[in-house]
């Protein structure tokens, strides 16, 4: 028995003596300190709604094209006996200055023997002419003389001769005339087909060319754009008072300002993009209508515009990085909680967004991202140092200062 005791009931009793030494440090040990910490707010930046003037920009985008765009076609058959220098891709073009001679020898023949024939026929009508006169004094006194017996007839068919010389011998001039290539207006050539000795007949194409005193600019407008606007669908200009637009592009590494008009609208709706397009033009876009660098509005050089529209008295501003997605807008309440707030857009631009109703002046508008927003959440406004501040009327119309340059050209 006393080896049994000695493995069975000491282990047992050192364990329960431990079992008890751990309860009573468990019960004697000081009770550790609590500490609560309040939940820090979200810090944002915020920009006060403003209230102002506003004069809307519509902004959009669109291809400059040529409102003059010609092919040269050759109306006589030659050889090309001489070519401009300015007849190449790039070329300057003015009024009636020969771009293309062809060989005029035998359309000089051809008017020389024209004229011949009309000195021919007019000497026949002045021979029937005198015959008639003859007859018509032998005849005077006898009753009821026929039209041939007066000659009126042969009178007539020597006239008809004359006029139908008269018909070739102003053929001839025209195809003479045609021996040279001319434009009628001030432009640029685009394309050249042909050169010296190569022989063209009629309907041969010679190349293509611009006139450069007007271009144009074809761009889309939305319902909203055109609600910005304020125009009917097929408004044409009077002219009294254009509607102008700044047009911009970056060209040759520098950013390019220039200034047109929009002169109409189009009357129907397109079917495929549900847009409206207008039509701007610029006069002299490469004499005087040129950019604050001398650069020319080309032909083919995608642009941006911004076309001035309606006028908003006291409209509430905010800037455009407050306009969540689903026209919402985070403010800070007076108890510095996130108030989602459901807004109704007037306009909305690269800088500023306009607001109709939601949002009061001066209220402070978050511009900063919020992860997982939670309406209520406590919010730290911060002075807004990243954005600018919205743009009031004088400060809308970006670019006028490099326009105002580009007029002193």
Same mark, same amino acid.
């Given at each position: 028995?006393?080896?049994?005791?000695?493995?069975?009931?000491?282990?047992?009793a050192?364990l329960?003596s431990?079992?008890?030494?751990?309860?009573?440090l468990?019960?004697s040990?000081p009770?550790p =300190?609590?500490k609560?910490?309040a939940?820090?707010?979200?810090?944002?930046?915020v920009?006060?709604?403003? !209230?102002s003037?506003v004069?809307?920009?519509?902004?959009?985008q669109?291809e400059v094209?040529a409102?003059?765009?010609?092919?040269?076609v050759? !109306?006589? #058959?030659?050889?090309?006996?001489a070519?401009?220098t300015?007849?190449?891709e790039g070329?300057?073009?003015?009024?009636?200055v020969a771009?293309?001679?062809?060989?005029?020898t035998?359309?000089k023949?051809?008017l020389?023997q024209?004229q011949a024939?009309v000195?021919?026929?007019?000497v026949?009508?002045?021979?029937?002419?005198?015959?008639?006169?003859v007859?018509r004094?032998q005849?005077?006194h006898s =009753?009821?003389?026929?039209p041939?017996?007066?000659?009126?007839p042969?009178?007539?068919q020597?006239?008809?001769?004359l006029?139908a010389a !008269?018909?070739s011998l102003s053929? #001839?001039?025209?195809?003479?005339?045609?021996? !040279?290539?001319?434009?009628p207006?001030d432009?640029?050539v685009m394309k050249k087909?042909?050169?010296?000795?190569?022989y063209?007949?009629p309907?041969?194409?010679l190349?293509?060319a611009?006139?450069t005193?007007?271009?144009?600019v074809r761009?889309?407008l939305d319902d909203?754009?055109?609600a910005?606007?304020d125009?009917?669908?097929?408004?044409i200009?009077?002219?009294?008072n254009?509607?102008?637009?700044?047009?911009?592009?970056?060209v040759?590494?520098?950013?390019q300002?220039?200034?047109g008009e929009?002169?109409?609208?189009?009357?129907?709706?397109?079917?495929q993009t549900?847009?409206i397009?207008?039509?701007?033009?610029?006069r002299?876009p490469?004499k005087?209508?040129?950019?604050q660098?001398?650069?020319?509005?080309?032909?083919g050089?995608?642009?941006?515009a911004?076309?001035?529209?309606r006028?908003?008295i006291?409209?509430?501003?905010?800037p455009?990085?407050?306009l969540?997605a689903?026209n919402?807008v985070?403010?800070?309440?007076s108890e510095e909680?996130?108030d989602v707030?459901?807004?109704?857009v007037?306009?909305?631009s690269?800088?500023i967004?306009?607001?109709?109703?939601g949002?009061?002046?001066?209220?402070?508008?978050?511009?900063?991202s919020?992860?997982?927003?939670?309406?209520?959440?406590?919010?730290?406004a911060l002075?807004?140092s990243i954005?600018?501040?919205a743009?009031?009327e004088?400060?809308v119309?970006k670019?006028?200062?490099?326009? #105002?340059l580009v007029?002193?050209h």
């Open positions: 028995m006393k080896p049994i005791l000695i493995k069975v009931v000491i282990p047992v050192i329960l431990g079992i008890g030494a751990f309860k009573m468990e019960a040990k009770e =300190e609590k609560t910490e939940v820090r707010p979200l810090s944002v930046y920009q006060p709604a403003e !209230q003037d004069s809307l920009l519509v902004s959009t669109g094209r409102r003059t765009e010609v092919n040269l050759a !109306q006589v #058959a030659g050889t090309i006996v070519i401009s300015e007849f190449t070329g300057i073009v003015s009024p009636g771009l293309i001679k062809i060989d005029d035998d359309y023949l051809a020389l024209a024939v000195a021919e026929a007019e026949k009508v002045q021979e029937a002419v005198a015959i008639a006169d007859a004094k005849l005077q =009753e009821n003389p026929s041939f017996a007066l000659k009126r042969q009178v007539a020597a006239k008809a001769r006029i !008269q018909a053929q #001839a001039e025209l195809n003479l005339d045609r021996t !040279q290539i001319t434009l207006f432009g640029r087909n042909v050169d010296i000795g190569q063209v007949s309907g041969t194409s190349g293509s611009f006139s005193s007007v271009v144009e761009v889309p909203d754009e055109l910005s606007l125009l009917p669908i097929g408004f200009a009077d002219g009294n254009p509607l102008m637009v700044n047009l911009k592009a970056t040759a590494g520098k950013e300002y220039w200034q929009l002169v109409r609208l189009d009357a129907s709706v397109d079917s549900r847009t397009y207008g039509q701007i033009e610029v002299s490469y005087e209508n040129v950019s660098n001398n650069m020319p509005l080309a032909v050089l995608y642009v941006k911004e076309i001035q529209g006028k908003i006291d409209a509430t501003v905010i455009r990085d407050g969540r689903g919402n985070f403010v800070i309440n909680r996130l707030r459901k807004v109704h007037v306009h909305s690269e800088k967004a306009i607001i109709g109703s949002v009061q002046p001066d209220d402070r508008i978050i511009v900063s919020i992860r997982n927003p939670i309406p209520g959440m406590r919010i730290a002075e807004n954005s600018d501040k743009p009031k004088e400060e119309h670019g006028e200062e490099a326009i #105002a007029g002193d």
